[in-house]
């Protein structure tokens, strides 16, 4: 019998402190916590006391107790690397706080570099030295083969999530296992997606691209439009284009969805100089200084989404979590834009692109709690915590579950029609393949993309023949 049939009054005083205005919102999920709510009912007892509406913006609202979670780590000391400063500290900041109210642990969060690289280079220079800086750590989904030798195996603790009723996307979950470790557990899914102006297609007279060609043609026409009314920031097309893990992804894109392959194929091949390669980075070679302005080629994430979020941007390339920001009430884009597939290229093998991301976690073996680690890794892995994270952040899950949830869906309605490409559908970059020499191969990649772009380079054809061979010789060493 649940405890809330066993204790009634309990939860009826919660509902009645609640809708006096007798309880704040986080006595309220604190109480109702103890009392072992469910999520669903929280979520009620939230709404009417309408400080759920008041405080949504407060990050970690929606938080609720994984009900395995009945574990007192008081005394115990963690430290977490998660999000970088910026838009998903707050969220990250409340999942430690929470875990430690509900099991008494102290939660240092230790924020990560915002560029991919940058991360790594300290993850490794941290994990070389078997240092016990941080006890778990957010990994990309390209990094299991380069990070797995300071991994703790997490087989068992993604066995008891699904036994609490977490399926995790089977490719997400083997993507993570190296032999017979799973080196990380799957937090969320990434997947590269075009956000459109819809306000500014109609105001114009624009169909929706559906290819490349059609992007520039929309981009201009609009960018054109909103200059001589004035906005003279206001530009076609932003992406990532900086020197560092983010292009590689905006390239695989650009190459994939023109029917040129993943650079490196999963049979080792090298595919980067292919024809359809060079003609897709010549095209965005093309967008510089044109549709997208000159200083794409320093922008990473934050960058290229602060030219979108101030209304200055006709189509943006970028990871699902802009669209919470930009659908929040206090957005000026609320209801002004789509999210959806970013275009095809060319030619027969033309096809969709969305480059594979995400994060999972990963528990050092240096560190002093590996058990109570593994704890803080299972909580931010878990149904409770991706359903929170999708509905205040609007990342995507890896349970699959957690796709069919009312209140997931209701944040964020472009999910269902997405779901293809979160289960499975996206490209992944060339990592497994390349294993341990995956960053040598993709700062190769981002190196003379970013050149090209900038105009450093200017022989498109010679620059991409010269990866090829740089390329060939990483593969060498495998
Ligand atoms: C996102 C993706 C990650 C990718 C990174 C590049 O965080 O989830 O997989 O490597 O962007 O900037």
Same mark, same amino acid.
């Given at each position: 019998m649940s405890s809330e049939v066993l204790m009634p009054n309990a939860v009826n005083k919660l509902v009645q402190d609640a809708m006096n205005g007798r309880a704040s919102r986080r006595d309220i999920i604190k109480r109702g916590s103890a009392l072992g709510l469910s999520g669903a009912l929280m979520g009620n007892i939230l709404r009417v006391s309408g400080v759920g509406a008041q405080d949504a913006q407060e990050a970690g609202w929606s938080l609720v107790k994984p009900e395995w979670l009945d574990v007192d780590l008081t005394g115990v000391e963690l430290s977490a690397v998660l999000a970088s400063d910026g838009v998903g500290a707050p969220?990250?900041?409340?999942?430690?706080?929470?875990?430690?109210?509900?099991?008494?642990?102290?939660?240092?969060?230790?924020?990560?570099?915002?560029?991919?690289?940058?991360?790594?280079?300290?993850?490794?220079?941290?994990?070389? *030295?078997? *240092?016990s800086d941080f006890d778990i750590f957010s990994v990309d989904v390209i990094w299991p083969g380069i990070l797995k030798v300071h991994a703790h195996d997490l087989s068992e603790a993604a066995d008891e999530l699904a036994g609490e009723g977490a399926n995790f996307f089977e490719r997400i979950l083997s993507n993570n296992r190296i032999e017979d470790t799973l080196v990380?557990?799957?937090?969320?899914? #990434?997947?590269?997606?075009?956000?459109?102006?819809?306000?500014?297609?109609?105001?114009?007279?624009?169909?929706?691209?559906?290819? @490349?060609?059609?992007?520039?043609? *929309? *981009?201009?026409?609009?960018?054109?439009?909103?200059?001589?009314?004035?906005? #003279?920031a206001f530009v076609g097309f932003t992406f990532q284009g900086a020197a560092y893990e983010g292009l590689t992804c905006n390239a695989?894109? @650009?190459?994939?969805?023109?029917?040129?392959?993943?650079?490196?194929?999963?049979?080792?091949?090298?595919?980067?100089?292919?024809?359809?390669?060079?003609?897709?980075?010549?095209?965005?070679?093309? @967008?510089?200084?044109?549709i997208a302005p000159a200083a794409v080629t320093s922008y990473k994430e934050e960058d290229s989404r602060g030219v979108w979020q101030?209304?200055?941007?006709?189509?943006?390339?970028? @990871?699902?979590?802009?669209?919470g920001i930009s659908q929040a009430d206090d957005s000026d884009l609320k209801d002004k834009f789509s999210m959806g597939l970013l275009?095809?290229?060319?030619?027969?093998?033309? #096809?969709?692109?969305?480059?594979?991301?995400?994060?999972?976690?990963?528990?050092?073996?240096?560190?002093?709690?590996i058990e109570a680690a593994t704890v803080f890794a299972k909580f931010m892995c878990s149904f409770e915590v991706q359903k929170a994270r999708a509905i205040e952040r609007s990342l995507n899950p890896t349970i699959v579950e957690v796709y069919q949830d009312a209140d997931v869906l209701a944040a964020n309605p472009y999910q269902a029609e997405l779901f293809p490409i979160f289960d499975g559908g996206s490209v992944a970059r060339p990592s497994g393949v390349t294993a341990d020499l995956y960053n040598d191969v993709s700062s190769a990649v981002f190196t003379t993309v970013n050149e090209l772009l900038s105009g450093q380079q200017t022989d498109v054809s010679g620059a991409l023949d010269n990866l090829a061979s740089q390329l060939e010789s990483i593969m060498e060493d495998l």
């Open positions: 969220f990250d900041q409340a999942c430690c706080d929470f875990f430690a109210e509900q099991t008494g642990a102290t939660v240092n969060y230790i924020k990560g570099a915002e560029s991919a690289t940058d991360r790594l280079t300290y993850y490794t220079q941290t994990l070389n *030295a078997q *240092a990380s557990i799957p937090m969320y899914t #990434d997947a590269g997606c075009l956000y459109t102006r819809t306000d500014l297609l109609e105001k114009y007279g624009v169909e929706a691209p559906t290819t @490349w060609a059609e992007l520039e043609v *929309a *981009a201009q026409t609009i960018a054109e439009g909103e200059v001589a009314e004035g906005n #003279d695989l894109e @650009w190459v994939y969805s023109n029917g040129g392959g993943t650079f490196i194929e999963p049979d080792g091949t090298v595919t980067v100089n292919s024809d359809a390669a060079k003609a897709a980075v010549e095209r965005a070679v093309g @967008w510089v200084g044109g101030a209304g200055n941007a006709a189509f943006h390339r970028n @990871w699902p979590y802009v669209y275009p095809k290229g060319d030619g027969e093998n033309a #096809d969709n692109a969305a480059t594979l991301g995400g994060w999972n976690m990963m528990v050092s073996k240096y560190s002093e709690n």
